[in-house]
C-alpha cells in the first residue's frame, strides 16, 4: 500500500490543522497505521496510531491536542491537530503496520509559527 500524506502550511500557535493520508490500497487488512513526525537531527517519533478495530493511542506531547481517524471505506487516514503549539513543527508522514513499512513517502511540512 502507498501512502500520501498532504495538509500540512504554515500556521499560527493556537491554531488547527488537519492532516490527511491517502492509500492506494484498501486499509481493511492494514491493523495499524500512524502518524510520524520527524525535525531535521532528531529521531522520527510516532505522534499517534490507530488499530483497525478503532483504538488509539498518542504520544504524552500531543494528548488532548490531536485526534488521529480511519476510514477504511475511503482508505484514508486523518489528523486533526489543535492548539498547536511552535515544537509541533515536523514533517509529518503516515505509515502502516509496527513496525512501520520502509517506505516513508514524502510527508507534509507543518509549521507553527506566529
Known amino acids: 500500500v502507498q501512502l500520501q500524506a498532504s495538509g500540512g502550511g504554515l500556521v499560527q500557535p493556537g491554531g488547527s490543522l488537519r492532516l490527511s493520508c491517502a492509500a492506494s490500497?484498501?486499509?481493511?487488512?492494514?491493523?495499524?497505521m500512524g502518524w510520524y513526525r520527524q525535525v531535521p537531527g532528531k529521531e522520527r517519533e510516532l505522534v499517534a496510531g490507530?488499530?483497525?478495530?478503532?483504538?488509539?493511542n498518542y504520544a504524552d506531547s500531543v494528548k488532548g491536542r490531536f485526534t488521529i481517524s480511519r476510514d477504511n471505506n475511503k482508505n484514508t487516514v486523518h489528523l486533526q491537530m489543535n492548539a498547536l503549539k511552535p515544537e509541533d513543527t515536523a514533517v509529518y508522514y503516515c505509515?502502516?503496520?509496527?513496525?512501520?513499512?520502509?517506505?516513508w513517502g514524502q510527508g507534509t511540512l507543518v509549521t507553527v509559527s506566529s
Open positions: 490500497g484498501s486499509l481493511f487488512r492494514v491493523n495499524f
Open positions: 505509515n502502516s503496520g509496527r513496525p512501520p513499512s520502509p517506505n
Open positions: 490507530i488499530i483497525v478495530g478503532g483504538s488509539t
